[in-house]
């Protein structure tokens, strides 16, 4: 894995963490529609900040632990 494709996948893993707590909140669980609304501010917030920055914390980590995407790389095929 590399760091690019597990960064999308946290985002995706966070998206649906936000939508399950929105969710129970619709249910009337008043505190984990707070909690769903604060996860999705901060997602929205966080991509702001890499969309005007071009400089995103968790890929920035991903890249130091994974190292970065090689896509122009193909990929063996088998014999």
């Known amino acids: 894995m590399c760091a690019e494709r597990i960064q999308r996948i946290l985002t995706a893993i966070m998206l649906g963490i936000a ?12 505190l984990y529609l707070k909690i769903g609304v604060v996860l999705q501010v901060f997602i929205m917030i ?8 071009n400089f ?3 890929l920035w ?3 130091k ?10 990929e063996s ?3």
């Open 19 to 30: 939508l399950m707590f929105l969710m129970q909140g619709v249910n009337g669980n008043e």
């Open 56 to 58: 995103c914390p968790s």
């Open 77 to 79: 095929s088998n014999g």
């Open 46 to 53: 966080m991509l702001l900040i890499w969309a005007f920055t």
């Open 61 to 63: 980590f991903f890249n």
């Open 65 to 74: 632990v994974f190292g970065p995407c090689d896509w122009d790389k193909k």
